[in-house]
């Protein structure tokens, strides 16, 4: 991949959940575009579950390859001290934060555990927490940090799963992407006076490495997309540059749909 403007360097960006899929693509687009990058997740080595080819030893080399800093921090982004641990250590370290992608998340309990009549209270929670608390927890911590530097930019990770209601299970992981958007907009209107910008992004079916393995019928999918494709983690990460750099500077508390245009059909 080949480098790109160099808008972000001298920023430092942590992007959770970047050990592979999405988040890696996050990370990467950042270090093309001159940010030093923060790589979190629960294991560095997340790629080889799902058999995610790496150009190099780790994501962080991979970072590196683009003359940026960077960093590898194993932390259950679920757990509030561990969060505050991690913002420490990168600020210590790496002098500032000053971009946060909150990519952390997933649907990782049992599709028949998540219907809204019967859901266990163990898998509601389990998923609230891995996709709206980490956000809150992540976003808290670095919020901090940007508005001593009065200047921030945050994007959270949402899902068209939390904008659309079309049945069929997947409750628990809609209603956390819902709050998370929520979030967001009360979050932006919050810290917007102190030059922090808070966006979301809210993607569909993207061609990542798990959800390949988790849910191989996706690709049947694309027939029902109006630009007939699944998405590519590249997809998504491009808009995560537009709301990282100069170019949405006057763009606060929006979600924007990444879905090749599924946001258009019936729900």
């Known amino acids: 991949m080949e480098l790109l403007s160099p808008k972000l ?26 940010a030093d990058i923060v790589v979190n997740d629960v294991r560095l ?10 150009t190099a030893a780790t994501v962080m080399d991979e970072c590196r390859a683009f003359g940026v800093r960077s960093i590898g921090i194993e932390a259950d982004v679920t757990d509030r001290q561990q969060v505050g641990a991690m913002v420490e250590r990168v600020v210590e370290e ?7 992608i909150n990519n952390a998340g997933g649907m990782l309990r049992p599709v028949e555990n998540s219907f809204a009549a019967s859901m266990p209270e163990e898998d509601l929670r389990a998923i609230v927490d891995l996709n709206l608390m980490s956000a809150i927890f992540c976003c808290q911590a670095a919020a901090a940090v940007m508005m ?17 209601s079309g049945g069929g299970g997947f409750v628990n992981y809609g209603m956390a992407k819902a709050g998370v958007i929520h979030y967001t907009r009360c979050l932006a209107a919050e810290l917007g006076p102190h030059g922090i910008n808070v966006n979301c992004i809210a993607p569909a079916l993207i061609r990542t490495s798990r959800a390949t393995a988790q849910f191989p019928q996706r690709e049947q999918a694309a027939e ?4 007939r494709r699944l998405g590519d983690p590249e997809d998504c990460a491009k808009v995560v540059e537009f709301f990282c750099t100069d170019l949405s ?9 990444v879905c090749g245009g599924l946001v258009l059909s019936p729900t």
């Open 249 to 257: 500077d006057y763009v606060t508390g929006q979600c924007l749909a």
């Open 9 to 34: 360097k001298g920023r430092v960006a942590l992007v959770t959940g970047s050990g592979r899929g999405l988040g890696r693509a996050y990370a990467l687009r950042l270090a093309r575009l001159g």
């Open 45 to 54: 080595d997340a790629a080889k579950e799902f058999h995610e080819e790496l």
């Open 148 to 164: 001593r530097r009065r200047w921030g930019r945050i994007v959270n990770v949402s899902s068209q799963a939390g904008v659309r």
């Open 224 to 227: 029902q997309i109006p630009l």
């Open 94 to 100: 790496l002098g500032s934060i000053d971009i946060l």
